[in-house]
């Protein structure tokens, strides 16, 4: 179960709303951030302290793309590929991933330190190609720029 | 013409209440609270504010269905999805004016009988999420939002809710079912959220750079308003411009600028001198432009007429290397990527033609694949559940129609011959 700090900042969430299933989706984010990503037992934590089913969470959680069901490497790159960022060359930085890092399209490199997650539009079209590492946002991404940015996650 | 929506963004401070009050800030409300409700609305109706969202629906008479059911608590609700692919116009706002979108929020909220506003924030923003915290826990701090808000009894209480990547919870009814703590797929209109909305309750869902607009109608206003930009769409435009333009960008115009203004005299003209070739004009869930069709006013009631769409204002400008197979595959490969899989013809549909769209992408093509391609549209079009799946059916058209020797090219020579 959640220790007491986290289940008082979930009945935080809760007063904001309603309803208690409104704090479904913040609360599956302070899943993934306490066990890093939303295994069975983090499932059901989220739906003890809510007092829903755990298919009701389960179900709900499969439909977001940006919770984690398996767990990902040390840093997760967001790298995207929509269409302003692809004509600016963001297909070629997937390969060049893959290469340099050893992490495929949407799967996590063998040491562990990278997965990469194949995005759709993070609304930085005007400075594409564009990616987010753990929260930190970057952009106008060449291959010389990824090898910097990617210094500092180790 | 004055930036109202990017006003003093390039104060690095200007997210920090103090400097928004030094440039006027918060004044509308202190107006908008000696007004009663009915005489803001009416400014709304008078300033002829259609939404920023995508549909274009006039706001003011959104206002009026929600004030006109007698159920309470009601509720305002910020769209602050922004999932259309091209589209970073809400963001400025989010990241470096967050206390406009709150006074216009709060404004509205008065105006509306509505005590408590949400903002639906999509989960590709973090540091928005971090910014747009710290400016309401100021104006709470200031009394701009609470229980008795410049000590004149009116309460609205606001918080950020978070969204965690669907972009069909950008659709107000997902985005309803998505607070909801449910899958985002949409509910069934009518009851419109106006009337049964978020737990059930009248809600009044707005974009983020509607909501922003309120303070400045308020200020100056809903006659002055008026006379900004189009007669029929008034007001300024949040447009912003991406690929191949010598100046990618949000800019701030009068509502109406043609698109060949937008791209040649904003934005810089088609990047190392390159040769235009295509445009999406708001976002890629609406129709493609060809290079010679851009002589066209980018608002919600022109651009139908010129074959497409205003959507998002989101400009995606194409040269001469892109290619319109790949585009169109990269497009659907989306569309089947956010279809929330509730109705038959779009679940199936974007899969097919994604499909299609792969192999010819591909050197794979066959006969009669492009006929196979307007066919499932044109199966589609009109037949989906919500918007999402004619849009998609919709982009196919367009480019075949625009662009149809390019996929007789592809099928022909079995490859692709397009750098980008
Ligand atoms: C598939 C789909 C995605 C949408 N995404 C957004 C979005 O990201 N942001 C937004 O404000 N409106 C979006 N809309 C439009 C909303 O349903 C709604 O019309 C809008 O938020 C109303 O605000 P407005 O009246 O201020 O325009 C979307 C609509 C559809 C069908
Ligand atoms: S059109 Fe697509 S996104 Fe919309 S309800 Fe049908 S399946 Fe869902
Ligand atoms: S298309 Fe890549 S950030 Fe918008």
Redesign the interface.
């Known amino acids: 179960m959640f220790n007491d700090t986290v289940l008082k900042e979930i009945e935080g969430i809760k007063a904001?709303y309603?309803?208690r299933?409104?704090?479904?989706?913040?609360s599956?984010?302070i899943a993934q951030r306490e066990f890093g990503w939303l295994s069975r037992e983090a499932m059901t934590c989220v739906a003890r302290s809510l007092n829903l089913p755990e298919a009701v969470v389960r179900?709900?959680a499969s439909?977001?793309?940006?919770?984690k069901h398996k767990p990902a490497g040390r840093h997760v790159i967001?790298l995207c590929?929509?269409?302003?960022c692809?004509?600016?060359?963001a297909g070629k930085l997937v390969d060049f991933l893959e290469t340099r890092y050893g992490v495929p399209a949407n799967g996590t490199s063998g040491d562990g330190r990278f997965s990469l997650v194949i995005?759709?539009?993070?609304?930085?079209?005007?400075?594409?190609p564009a990616m987010?590492v753990n929260?930190d946002?970057y952009d106008n991404l060449s291959e010389k720029r990824i090898e910097e940015i990617l210094e500092n996650y180790k | 013409m004055e930036k109202v929506l990017l006003k003093n963004i390039d104060n690095p401070n200007s997210a920090d209440i103090g400097e928004y009050r030094k440039a006027g800030g918060y004044r509308s409300l202190a107006k908008a609270l000696q007004m009663q409700p009915a005489d803001i609305v009416e400014e709304v109706k008078k300033s002829g504010i259609r939404g920023r969202g995508g549909a274009g629906f006039p706001t003011a008479m959104k206002w009026n269905f929600a004030m006109a059911d007698p159920k309470f608590?009601k509720y305002l609700i910020c769209n602050a999805d922004?999932?259309?692919?091209?589209?970073?116009k809400d963001?400025p706002i989010l990241e470096k004016n967050p206390h406009l979108l709150i006074e216009g929020m709060v404004i509205s909220g008065y105006a509306l009988g509505a005590e408590y506003g949400y903002i639906y924030l999509?989960?590709?923003?973090?540091?928005a999420k971090d910014i747009l915290e710290g400016a309401i826990e100021q104006a709470y701090k200031e009394n701009f939002l609470g229980d008795d808000i410049l000590g004149k009894g009116v309460r609205f209480r606001l918080?950020v809710?978070?969204?965690?990547?669907?972009?069909i919870c950008g659709e107000e009814t997902a985005l309803i079912e998505?607070?909801?703590?449910?899958?985002?797929q949409p509910r069934t209109k009518p009851p419109f959220p106006v009337n049964v909305g978020a737990?059930s309750m009248p809600t009044i869902v707005n974009n983020v750079e509607t909501l922003s607009n309120i303070p400045y109608i308020i200020e100056i206003g809903g006659e002055a308003y008026s006379a900004i930009g189009s007669s029929d769409c008034p007001g300024p435009k949040l447009y912003?411009?991406?690929?191949?333009v010598e100046n990618?960008?949000?800019y701030e115009l009068p509502m109406g600028t043609s698109l060949r203004d937008i791209i040649y005299k904003h934005a810089g003209g088609i990047k190392d001198n390159g040769k235009l070739k295509a445009v999406?004009p708001g976002g890629?869930s609406t129709p493609v432009l060809p290079a010679d069709a851009i002589d066209c006013a980018m608002d919600f009631v022109a651009m139908p007429k010129a074959g497409s769409m205003l959507g998002s204002g989101?400009v995606?400008v194409?040269d001469e290397s892109?290619c319109m197979v790949?585009?169109t595959y990269?497009?659907m490969k989306?569309f089947e990527?956010?279809s929330?899989g509730k109705c038959t013809p779009c679940r199936e549909g974007t899969d097919w033609l994604r499909k299609i769209l792969e192999r010819i992408e591909h050197g794979k093509g066959r006969e009669g694949d492009i006929n196979l391609l307007s066919d499932v549209a044109g199966v589609m079009s009109g037949r989906t559940f919500c918007p999402l799946g004619d849009g998609a059916a919709g982009v196919v058209t367009g480019m075949i129609k625009h662009f149809r020797s390019e996929f007789e090219e592809h099928i022909r020579d079995k490859q692709c011959k397009f750098r980008?």
Not at chain 1, 21 to 26: E, G, V
Not at chain 2, 161 to 167: D, L, S
Not at chain 2, 240 to 244: A, H, K, Q
């Open positions: 904001k309603p309803d299933r409104s704090a479904l989706l913040p599956l984010y179900g709900t439909f977001y793309s940006m919770y967001q590929t929509n269409i302003s692809m004509i600016l060359g995005m759709e539009c993070i609304g930085a079209c005007g400075t594409a987010l929260t946002f | 608590p922004e999932g259309e692919p091209g589209t970073f963001r999509r989960g590709e923003y973090p540091a918080s809710h978070q969204g965690a990547g669907a972009y998505s607070i909801e703590g449910k899958k985002g737990w912003c411009v991406s690929g191949f990618p960008g949000v999406i890629i989101a995606i194409m892109v790949r585009v990269r497009a989306f990527h956010e929330c980008n």
